[in-house]
């Protein structure tokens, strides 16, 4: 089946620590992102990758960090410059003929 | 700027009880208007594309319409498994972005 792996789902950092989320899709998507959602609120974007090895900030880049080496995998960096960074995390690839969005599971972060 | 507004944003129901969601978007050139639910902790999962202004999509009790400034969601004889939250997104001709609302919560009550 295809689709969208985030891993991990749920990541518990202590302050100061950075921590790498996971995103790998086999939809074969050129296009991927990240998001950030917090409670009740809807997606903010953090960074988008159009093709391998190019990768632009969304609205919310501070603090995070991402790599585009294969086209399957798009990881975000959460760094301990990001000063609030318990949240949601989204990772989504785009199918350019339709412009729809797949989204991953999700991975939780919680700073203790 | 690009925008997208949903309201209201949460809603109760009562089984059986059909409401509209709405969604409003400003956008330069509209690509699509993209409708997803979303469930507690998980992604969100897509539920239609509408296109162009008068275009109408159905599946089970939803309902998508579409004008040139706002878009509906219908329900129709809610379930109490339809509770979710319910994102609207616009995407522009220029690109693959797409600008998100922030979401309708629905609460159906039994």
């Known amino acids: 089946d295809g689709g969208i792996t985030q891993s991990p789902k749920y990541l518990f950092r202590k302050e100061g620590q950075n921590v790498t989320l996971s995103c790998e899709q086999n939809l074969n998507h050129d296009a991927m992102y990240w998001y950030r959602q917090d409670p009740g609120q809807g997606l903010r974007l953090i960074y988008y990758?159009?093709?391998?090895?190019?990768?632009q900030k969304g609205d919310i880049a501070e603090g995070y960090s991402v790599s585009r080496e294969k086209k399957e995998s798009f990881p975000l960096t959460v760094t301990s410059a990001q000063k609030n960074p318990t949240a949601f995390y989204l990772c989504?690839?785009?199918?350019?003929?339709?412009?729809?969005?797949?989204f991953g599971e999700g991975s939780r972060l919680t700073v203790l | 700027e690009d925008q997208v507004t949903q309201s209201p944003e949460a809603l109760r129901l009562q089984e059986g009880e059909s409401s509209s969601l709405n969604c409003s978007y400003t956008?330069?050139?509209?690509?699509?208007l993209f409708w997803y639910r979303q469930d507690p902790g998980k992604g969100p999962e897509f539920l239609f594309t509408l296109y162009s202004a008068g275009e109408e999509k159905e599946k089970e009790r939803l309902k998508a319409t579409l004008t040139k400034k706002e878009s509906f969601l219908h329900i129709t004889a809610p379930k109490p498994e339809d509770s979710a939250t319910y994102l609207c997104?616009?995407?522009?001709?220029?690109?693959?972005?797409?600008?998100f609302g922030g979401g309708t919560r629905l609460m159906v009550k039994p």
């Open positions: 997104a616009a995407g522009e001709n220029a690109g693959n972005m797409l600008t």
């Open positions: 990758s159009q093709i391998v090895n190019d990768f």
């Open positions: 989504a690839s785009t199918d350019t003929d339709t412009g729809e969005l797949f």
């Open positions: 956008v330069s050139g509209l690509r699509g």
